[in-house]
């Protein structure tokens, strides 16, 4: 266990509100990362965060913002959903020591439903 | 840049039989490369990495993968499957310019039948 915990596990929304899915983890690691995962695409990354206040942008950032204060939480907001963002949204982190050569740890996913 | 392509969106198989879930990479530099499982209504769980060193690799529940670099692949294998390996697997890379990013592939869903 990872100790990573995402909230909500399910959540349905309607089109033009905003969202916060918010990912929280108990061992103190740096990465943290946002994908979502949808058929025929796999994973995609959506943000990533280095460190409190450190983020950057993944392969699809449009429509999402994220927000690292503590290093335990990395939030991930849909400023104005819409119907493409249905989605599975995966946190992970990474025990990233020396480099990119260690494993990520996910959470248990967050199923949004943009109706 | 980094990719991952896997060629089998669904791969049908007996129990006990031999299966392998093919992995092509792409990048311009030396990589890390991982292979997760996804149960239904779970995260990934990892199965096994390449990171340097022997070129086959072994991991979890009797899979292995084997590093060819010539051929760009991570093919993943096991001799002889059980229903509970029913799930979906995805085929990931970390290229040592890639920052500290995972890129995944689309996935393939094996399906074990009896």
């Not at chain 1, 994908?35 to 965060?49: C, K, M, N, T, V």
């Not at chain 2, 029913?86 to 399906?111: D, P, R, S, W």
């Amino acid at each position: 266990d990872a100790g990573i915990t995402q909230s909500p596990r399910h959540k349905v929304t309607e089109t033009g509100t905003p969202v916060t899915l918010r990912c929280h983890q108990t061992e103190n690691h740096r990465y943290m990362y946002w994908y979502r995962q949808d058929p025929g695409h796999g994973l995609r990354l959506i943000h990533y965060s280095y460190g409190v206040k450190d983020t950057d942008k993944g392969e699809v950032s449009d429509g999402y913002s994220v927000s690292r204060s503590k290093t335990e939480d990395f939030l991930l907001t849909l400023e104005s959903a819409t119907s493409s963002q249905t989605s599975v949204y995966f946190c992970a982190i990474r025990r990233i020591t020396q480099g990119p050569n260690t494993e990520a740890f996910f959470g248990q996913g967050t199923r949004l439903t943009v109706v | 840049a980094q990719s991952v392509t896997q060629l089998d969106s669904q791969v049908p198989v007996f129990e006990e039989a031999p299966v392998e879930l093919r992995c092509n990479y792409s990048s311009s530099v030396s990589v890390y490369l991982f292979w997760y499982v996804q149960y239904p209504n779970q995260g990934l769980q990892l199965l096994l990495k390449y990171l340097s060193g022997s070129t086959l690799v072994k991991g979890i529940n009797g899979f292995e993968a084997e590093f060819n670099k010539s051929q760009t692949s991570f093919h993943l294998r096991k001799p002889s499957v059980h229903i509970s390996d029913t799930a979906e697997y995805f085929c990931a890379v970390n290229g040592a310019g890639g920052g500290n990013k995972l890129t995944f592939g689309t996935g393939t869903q094996l399906k074990v039948e009896l």
